[in-house]
């Protein structure tokens, strides 16, 4: 009894410490931790293409951006989605007007597997706004591709590149 007693305290030991690590470091995000925002500016990754075994070989891929209003309470304004390419020159703007999204509501935005305008380091930036402090939407990129029997999918996730002023 006493091996596994002593045992038992060396478990609640190791997770007491590593815990204690976690939140001198910050590393856990709690809902105390949730940043409120008025609106940003989101840059998104899109490829219209990768690159796949010799490097000679391309598989065309299938974009979606995916914005979601993750607030349970507020809209937010979704104010534009510019599609841009490779260089950053802009390719597309795909809303002339704002949309509104409402709590928890999801919009989307597609590009063709046909459309390589992109290339491979293409992007979107979307700026959206709020009239109140909300937790910012998820913005992401959804990109799938197939090729004879094989298939790929993947998903990058947007980066805020500057808060509403």
Not at 17 to 29: E, Q, Y
Not at 63 to 87: F, K, M, Q
Not at 138 to 155: C, D
């Amino acid at each position: 009894m006493a091996l596994s007693k002593s045992l038992r305290c060396g478990t609640i030991f190791f997770w007491g410490a590593w815990l204690a690590a976690v939140f001198a470091t910050g590393s856990c995000a709690f809902a105390s931790d949730v940043r409120l925002s008025k609106g940003q500016t989101v840059y998104v990754p899109v490829y219209s293409f990768i690159y796949y075994g010799n490097k000679l070989k391309k598989i065309d891929l299938t974009a979606t951006l995916s914005i979601r209003n993750t607030d349970p309470v507020h809209s937010i304004e979704v104010r534009s989605v510019n599609y841009h390419d490779s260089n950053g020159k802009l390719i597309k703007k795909h809303l002339d007007d704002s949309v509104p999204l409402g709590p928890l509501a999801s919009t989307h935005f597609q590009v063709a597997e046909s459309d390589l305008s992109g290339g491979l380091g293409a992007s979107f930036l979307v700026k959206w706004s709020s009239s109140k402090e909300v937790s910012a939407p998820i913005v992401e990129s959804v990109l799938i591709g197939t090729i004879s029997a094989q298939g790929i999918s993947f998903v990058c996730r947007g980066e805020v590149v500057r808060d509403q002023e």
